[in-house]
Nanobody, 117 residues
């Protein structure tokens, strides 16, 4: 069974940076699209960034120019977050979507990111 584990969250001051990691295990991720989502209190979960198996990348407008999604080895995906602002405070989740599907079939447990002075 596919498992995703996030790490790297924490408390950071406005303007600071964090790097989130998502390590996948329990399956073969060939062709998967990996995504980072976030959910702030009282809000719906939103897709922040995604990267396909061919390294096609998309970002939500709110993070363009500040966040960077990338792959490490075949089983790891990162989200580099710079110039963090209080509105970036949320639980961040990693997801895996199989090739030619539109809905993730695996989710991580989430990692808290808090931006506050």
């Amino acid at each position: 069974q596919v498992q995703l584990v996030e790490s790297g969250g924490g408390l950071v001051q406005p303007g600071g940076s964090l790097r989130l990691s998502c390590r996948a295990s329990g399956g073969i991720f060939f062709g998967y699209t990996m995504g980072w989502h976030r959910q702030a209190p009282g809000k719906q979960r939103e897709l922040v960034a995604s990267i396909t198996a061919r390294d096609d990348i998309n970002y939500v407008d709110a993070v363009k120019g500040r966040f960077t999604i990338s792959r490490g080895n075949a089983q790891t995906v990162y989200l580099q977050m710079n110039s963090l602002a209080p509105e970036d405070t949320a639980i961040y989740y990693c997801s895996a979507t199989p090739f030619r599907q539109s809905v993730p079939t695996a989710w991580g447990q989430g990692t808290q990111v808090t931006v506050a002075s």
